[in-house]
């Protein structure tokens, strides 16, 4: 009886054994696969990318649109004499130049995300279309060309600048919009001016009432709207 229900047990167990041994050897080698995967992940998504990889990567995604659609050179300068500039456009002798502050990462709640932000709007002052400012003959509104940004340049240049972890592309967008409107923000020192946060809105205005620059809660909505990809704001 002993012997029958040992030798039942070990039997048993040896055949448990046998049937876990194949399983136990898929579970090592799907972890081994699932290390592998995840050291390749955290190789490729774990750089921290600098101002000089956005621009370059601005620059090859758009050198040749540039060159057939406007035949256009362009060129983004990293300003070494104002390194703290957030960024300006002209447009001379088939040049069209991207200047932005070399150091402006270095600026309270900058990110390279918002950093992208500054050089897409930049480019949208030429690309975007729409209302041209007054004294222009090139330049679209300040709106129009945020609305480019978070709407067509930066999820272009975000797809080829994957952050850790990935995060989905329209509340990357926002995110970026927020750490941008934060920095200007805090750069402008204005504690009179309500802080713009994602929680409020704008109030509306007719369409077309600002050229300049819209208020600082305008441009968050503005990013925020663009990057749900629905219709930009009625604040500028
Ligand atoms: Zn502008």
Redesign the pocket.
């Known amino acids: 009886m002993t012997k029958v229900l040992t030798g039942s047990y070990y039997s048993t167990s040896s055949s448990k054994k046998m049937l876990h041994l194949r399983p136990m050897k898929f579970l090592i080698l799907a972890f081994f696969i699932f290390s592998m995967i995840t050291f390749k992940t955290s190789i490729s998504f774990s750089k921290t990318y600098s101002l000089q990889d956005v621009a370059a990567t601005l620059e090859s995604t758009y050198k040749q649109p540039f060159k057939n659609n406007h035949n256009l050179e362009l060129k983004i300068n990293l300003n070494q004499e104002e390194p703290l500039y957030f960024?300006?456009?002209n447009l001379n002798n088939g040049v069209f130049e991207i200047n932005v502050g070399a150091d402006i990462l270095t600026l309270p709640a900058m990110t390279t995300d918002a950093a992208t932000l500054i050089l897409c709007?930049?480019l949208?002052?030429l690309l975007s279309g729409g209302a041209k400012k007054p004294n222009s003959t090139w330049?679209s509104t300040?709106g129009q060309?945020?609305y480019f940004a978070a709407t067509d340049c930066a999820p272009k240049i975000f797809s080829q600048m994957a952050d850790s972890p990935t995060t989905p592309m329209s509340a990357r967008i926002i995110a970026a919009g927020q750490a941008l409107i934060e920095a200007i923000y805090i750069f402008m020192d204005v504690p009179q001016m309500p802080r713009p946060s994602i929680s409020r809105r704008e109030a509306l205005t007719e369409p077309g009432t600002s050229v300049n620059?819209p208020t600082l809660q305008c441009r968050l909505d503005t990013f925020v709207d663009g990057a749900k990809g629905i219709a930009a704001p009625l604040c500028w």
């Open positions: 960024g300006g456009a709007h930049e949208g002052h330049a300040e060309s945020d620059y």
